[in-house]
Structure formats: structure tokens, C-alpha cells
DNA sequence: CGCGATTCTTGACGAGTGTCAAGATTTCTC
DNA sequence: GAGAAATCTTGACACTCGTCAAGAATCGCG
């Protein structure tokens, strides 16, 4: 019989926390989710030249082209582009929520989480400028495709939790409450990002340092003013 | 002799301020000029379709249907596609960054440009959400294809100084000055105005009433704390 | 090994694309 | 109104796209 491609994928794919499902009686390989394997296999290769093209120039041929199968076998793993495409984007995103959860755990004062989210935040455009143009292209192609909404608003959601980890970790440290909610966080964070990205992709000098400083400007911001006269040094009373 | 089509319109195009130039000695129709007529006749309907598919779906047999030509005419007026969207992004450009002029103009308090700002924030995405959801993507492939950078780039930074001059004009009238720079206060408004659109897309309720309680919330956090001692100055003029 | 199930390749089909050229139509000028 | 210049229509071209089916190759288990 032969399988009916991704029975399961259109909605509610949960990814196995990266280290695959040890099944009781079977410790090697499970047989049937080899098929997820390749599925993943599949997703970042199309992720790569996703990344590179931008998702209405990403061909399933070249998206093929790109990895060690042939353009058919696409069909074999998917019922069509559209499912390839929000896979691969679900896949990215659980790779990607928990980017800042080390400067979370690590940072040791206000001022130093910010430090730390800053260059975080400037590494992962360097490291990972596709994977954001293709995140801002496919939010774009959201407005337009209804199909795409309901993954795009999950992930648009994770990555506010993901900022209000941040900004709610600044202000445990500096012994108060954030000002503002969580979505406007997100926003303007997600604003200046992008402005960011877009600078580094146009090759303008100082775009990093620029996305730096702004963090470093904007955090404060993002706290409820003491009451208390000492607004000038709050850092480093917690160990 | 038949006209090469669009001589001029790869760069550096001037929209005379919508009214047509008066040429001193043929005040009815200048012949030459017409072009430039249908050029944006056809950039009308052409950013009807655009605002209604995204740039990739919109085909030039589609954009010729929803106007009043048929679709070879689009090579008469434009060398090609790319020619046609960077020209039609020029000319909503055009109409769209003195959106908050009167805004600006009017404001008799501090609060009252915010209620003002807010309201016209909501208004415009209510009124023209297809332009900006159009816009975000034009912004997005512009992070791929780039040939369309120098235009996204241009019109990226006549936003910014739109937004400069509200945030100007805020500070002036609480006697004090901006504490962020323009490009930071522009990401952040960006950055909310895309989640308030994406969510108004959605049809989530209230994402608009966000938006204008977000700008009440933000905008007091872009002046100089008025004790604190004068330390940054927005770039960008006031009218 | 051998056979059946699974996995992959290949090639094709129809629809849709940007582009262009040749001719029809309109507009303008004398 | 005739002729020329301009504008516009039509139809075709080469190409790419997503999709799918038929068969080859591979794997797994007896």
C-alpha cells in the first residue's frame, strides 16, 4: 500500500524535543518515522534555498535542486507546496524560540542582560540573515495568503513570549515591572530588528552597532520608574 | 517614430505635485506629458491589483484586467515588470508621507497629538490596509531582489522623517526634546503598526483599539524626562 | 535469496508567466 | 480629410511552475 503523503502534517505537528521518541520495545530505529526524518531532511533544504530565493521564487525544483533528492519526491512527503512550506516554517520556529533563553538564564545584572541580549540579537543576524528575510517574507505573504495565518500568528505569538521571557527576566534583575505589555515589547523590538536587518542587507555600515545601542536605549524604557529617587544605578544588588 | 517606452522612469522620477505642470505657452494639454498620464493611470490600477494579490501573484495580464487597457500596453509605457512596481511604489510613496501633516499642523497639546496620531493610524490601516500590507511586502522582497532596494530604501526613509516630525512636533509642544533618535522611533511604531495590521487581517478584535492605546502608552516614553539633563537630539527638521 | 512494500526518479501535462512584434485603431497635424 | 505619428490590441514565443503517474531502485523481512 503505498503510504498517502503526510497524513498528519496540515495541523498540530508536534516535533519531538529534537532527540527522537525512544519507542519501549524498539531502541534503534522506529520504522515508521523514518518518514519524519526525511520530512526534516527535506524541510531544511528547503529552508536553505527558501532563504536564499524568498518564498515565491523558491521553486520545488530548486528547492530539490538544493538537497539529495529529486524534484518528485517532494509529493512523496507532501500534499503540495503550501504544506512543505508551513513544515518547514513550524521546523524553523522551534529552533529559533529559544535563542535568547541562554542570556535569560545567564545574565547576572540588568546592564548585563542587555549586553548580552543586544549581541544576541546582532549575532543572529549575521549567522542567520536568510532565515529572517524569510520569516518577514512570509509574515508579508500572510496578509495575502489566508492559508498562512494560522502558522504565522502561532509563531508571531512564541516569539512574543520569547521577548517577554527577556524583558520580564530585566526586570526581575533590576527589582521591578516591566512598563509596558508584552505585544508592544514585541513590536517595537520586531520593528527596529527589522530595520536592522534591512540595513545589514543593504550593506550600510554601522547597521549592527546601531541595532546594539538601540537596546541599550530602549530596555530602561521598558521598566516601571521606581518610586524611589535611585534612578541612576540599580545594577548589581542580586547575586 | 515610435516612443521608447519610459525613457526616464528607471530613476529619478519627480511627480509634479499632482497638479500638472503648466507649460507657459500651451496652457491646455502638454502633447509629451500624456505619457506621464497614463503612466499613472495604469500605476492606479496597477496598485489596486498589487494591494489586493502581493507582489508575487500579480501578474501584468491580471493588473491589465483590472484596468482599463489590455495587457500589452504595460510594455508601452514600461520596459518591464520591475520598471512598473518600483514606479508604483514611488507614487504611493507620494501620496502616503504627509498622511500625518495635518496631524502635525493641528495639535493644540501634547495629548491631543497623540489622540490625533493614534486615530489616524487606525484610520489609515481601516482605509488603505491593502497599500500597507502591499508595502511590507514590497519592504520584504526588497531583502531578496535587489534591484528593488534603492527604491524600498528611499521611501523606508521618508517614513521615518514622517515620523520624526510628529514625534518633533510632540516634543515642541511639551516643551522638552525627543530622547530617541529617529530611526529608533520609527522602527518602534513600524514594528506596532505591522502587528496592529497583521491582527486587524486577522480579524482579531480589538487589535485596533490596541494600537491607539499602545501609541497613548508609547509616545510619553520618546521625550527628555524633563529634569534630566538635555542628552540626544532627533535628526530630521520640523516644517 | 526472493518477494513485497517502500522510496525515489523520470518524464510528461496543462496552466500561467513576462516579453515582444506585427498589425489595428485612435489621435493629431497640416 | 489625408497622412503620419501615437497609442492600443492581439496573438504568439519561450519558459517556468505545481502536480502527478508510471516505472525503477532500494529496503526489510521471511
Known amino acids: 500500500m503505498v503510504r498517502m503523503a503526510s497524513n498528519d502534517a496540515r495541523e498540530g505537528v ?11 520495545k524498539s ?20 529552508l536553505r534555498t527558501l532563504g536564499e530565493l524568498g518564498y ?12 539529495e533528492f529529486s524534484h518528485g519526491v517532494v509529493h512523496y512527503y507532501f500534499n503540495d507546496k503550501l504544506e512543505l512550506i508551513v513544515y518547514c516554517v513550524r ?11 541562554g542570556v535569560v538564564a545567564e545574565a547576572t545584572s540588568p546592564d548585563d542582560l542587555v549586553l548580552r541580549f543586544g549581541d544576541k540579537l546582532v549575532e543572529t ?3 542567520e540573515a536568510p532565515m529572517h528575510r524569510l520569516w518577514y517574507d512570509l509574515r508579508s505573504q500572510s496578509m495575502f495568503e489566508e492559508s498562512l495565518r494560522e502558522a504565522v500568528t ?3 505569538q512564541s516569539l512574543e513570549d520569547m521577548i517577554a521571557r527577556v524583558v520580564n527576566r530585566y526586570a526581575a534583575l533590576a527589582s521591578t515591572e516591566p512598563a509596558i505589555a508584552a505585544p508592544v515589547a514585541y513590536g517595537m523590538f520586531d520593528g527596529v530588528f527589522q530595520q536592522a536587518l534591512l540595513g545589514y542587507l543593504n550593506g ?5 552597532d546601531d541595532l546594539r545601542n538601540q537596546v541599550v536605549g530602549l530596555m530602561p524604557m521598558l521598566l516601571a520608574q521606581r518610586s524611589d ?5 540599580m545594577a548589581g544588588e542580586l547575586p
Chains 1, 2 share one sequence.
Open 229 to 233: 529617587i535611585t534612578t541612576s544605578h
Open 154 to 156: 502561532q509563531i508571531d
Open 204 to 208: 550600510r555600515d554601522g547597521a549592527l
Open 125 to 127: 543576524i549575521v549567522e
Open 91 to 101: 521546523y524553523y520556529k522551534q529552533t529559533c524560540v529559544h535563542r535568547y533563553d
Open 56 to 67: 515565491a521564487r523558491a521553486s520545488l525544483r530548486e528547492i530539490a535542486n538544493n538537497s
Open 27 to 46: 531502541p534503534r530505529r522506529t520504522p515508521a518515522d523514518k518518514h519524519d526524518e526525511r520530512r526534516k531532511a527535506l524541510a531544511e533544504s528547503a
Open 14 to 24: 508536534s516535533f519531538p524535543p529534537m532527540t527522537q521518541v525512544a519507542a519501549p
